[in-house]
């Protein structure tokens, strides 16, 4: 009888050395550089934040990014498998990265879909947040797009914008508490469910990322050029915790990226523009978010201060508001919103296809035959989905949030980083991560990064996440709402979670007698 059996698919490289950088640009340059860093950076002093900013990406970002995509570049594995490769008693970091991985994909996607729900009423004739004549206004709407409306605006105690009501009363209609599900938010699930399928058919089918355009306007930029000179503050654990997500560090984002590069590329000069074009990217967007929000506080006649807004705020309230002043409301809020949408597209589609290659390369046998990978992402994408629903009900802004700060924090990152320093410049040993990068590219790295990773870098990390636990604080949304006993919880569960696979990983290899501490670390490539 004849027998047919599947071939294993090669694991394949990229087809040029632009695929590997689009890949890496499209990813490190995300929705973080427009709605967190220039937030941060007006938030803490402005110049003050960007000395605390350039440290860390000096001491930390530059070293980790290199190290990262070198441990891909020679090992030629997945996020996971690499670690097998370099220093098996620290696997559990693999696993760990791809559980934030994970938690992730959850929360990115809503803000996806959030964006795209904003897109489709982008092609109103009139924009619905610009006007308080809806079903969902109250009493206490203004409409601050007209300017005859600000001393009404200033001399209201209770007033909201209509941006604000649009936001909370007709996109989320946020329930009471995390407590009062409600009902699906029909439309808003229609949006996640057209953004997974945008998603599943572009990591099946490209394999090179989206170019991202972007709309700049530059009405009043000196309202940003103003905080550039405040008095120095004490905001280092912020600008630790923003360099490693804008970067993608510790979540083997890089690993895989440059896992499929050739052995002998020039990951070093690589490394080096690409960290150049993040940091100048955040920072161009500093001045592109600014001047909308200083023309925004021009037209109303307030200080800045009361317009910035961070994360969602400043995509769905404050942003919306500003473009509704303006000449051509309807064209500029499509640029933004397709902006917004591009950007984490290409932030998603990685993130899915780390995950997606990195499981592949654990059970190369099983999973690289023909069909096998479009599978496994289809089940991928529909769980994802159903564990989102809970996110487009009434109560879903409640639980967002709560996956955003416990399950994809800085805290995690932190851990995650620190450990991988440490088994990659102490187990392994920092002196053969130089000899590696030399055997591949024929350039011997500077001294520094030697010296960062052994110390610098881990030093500097662990003093941040030891800050990190000192200064938390609890969480509440909008300042007001404090989360139930249970809620707080779950919340240190998924927390704890994304940590105790590294510690858990380590005693199971030294407590199952496959060596003492130096045999287990040791190199076994």
Known sequence: SNVHTLEVVERGHWGSKVEFLLAVAGNVVGIGNVWRFPYLCYKNGGGAFLVPYLVFMVTCAVPLFLLETTVGQYTQEGGVTCWRKMCPLVEGIGYSALLILLYSCVTYMLILAWALLYLVFSFSSQLPWASCNNDWNTDHCIDISTRNKTFAWTNQMNATSAATEFWERRVLAISGGIEEIGSIRWDLMLCLIA?????????VKVYTTLRYGRCIIYCNAVDFMDTLYSPLKQVWLEAGIQILFSYSLGVGTLTVLGSYNTYNNNCYKDCLWLCLLNSGTSI?????????????????????????ESSPGLAFIAYPQAVAMMPLPQLWSICFFVMLILLGLDTEFVAMEVVMTSIIDMFPTVMRRPGRRELFLLLFSIMCFFFQLIMVTEAGMYVFQMFDYFACNGASILFLCVFETVALGWIFGAEQVCGIVKDMTGVHPNPFFKICWLYLTPLVLLGSFICYLVEYQPLTFNRWYVYPAWAYVLGWVLSISSILPVPGWALYKLGTGTGNFRQVGHLCY
């Open 195 to 203: 953004i997974w399928i945008i998603c599943y058919f572009s990591v």
């Open 284 to 308: 161009v967007a500093g001045f592109a978010v600014f001047s909308v929000l200083g023309f925004m506080a021009h037209e109303q006649g307030v200080p800045i201060a009361e317009v910035a």
